[in-house]
């Protein structure tokens, strides 16, 4: 989840459906990695099925280390306000590009002083 919602964040632009797809994108690359992984947990070689120590360490939801899941589930929370705050953002700087479109640039200007 918080690789798809940064790719949402990284992923500018007008279109908010192509962030959303290019997000799920990255989801499903990520998810389909992990239930690989878990998939190939599961030993086959001697007729029986049985599972391998490494069974069910890729798709947890909770770990031994409290502090590895309150930074994590913290990163999940900010991140999730941040993307569903973000076209509301992006639509107040749009505007305020557009009333001061007219302004030059700091750097556009320090640029042409040392061209002149």
Not at 51 to 59: D, I, P, R
Not at 68 to 86: E, H, K, R
Not at 93 to 110: F, G, L, M, S
Request: with cysteine.
């Amino acid at each position: 989840m918080i690789a798809g919602e940064l790719a949402f964040l990284i992923c500018t632009g007008q279109d908010l459906n192509i962030r959303y797809f290019k997000a799920g994108a990255v989801v499903l690359g990520f998810m389909s990695h992990l239930v690989l992984d878990e998939i190939w947990s599961i030993d086959l070689r001697r007729g029986l099925p049985r599972l391998k120590k490494s069974s069910g360490t890729a798709m947890k939801f909770w770990g031994e280390s409290g502090w590895a899941n309150f930074v994590t589930y913290g990163l999940v929370l900010l991140l999730s306000f941040v993307v569903s705050q973000d076209p509301n953002w992006m639509g107040k700087i749009e505007t305020n590009v557009k009333k001061h479109r007219h302004t030059p640039d700091v750097a556009v200007e320090a640029a042409q002083k040392l061209w002149r």
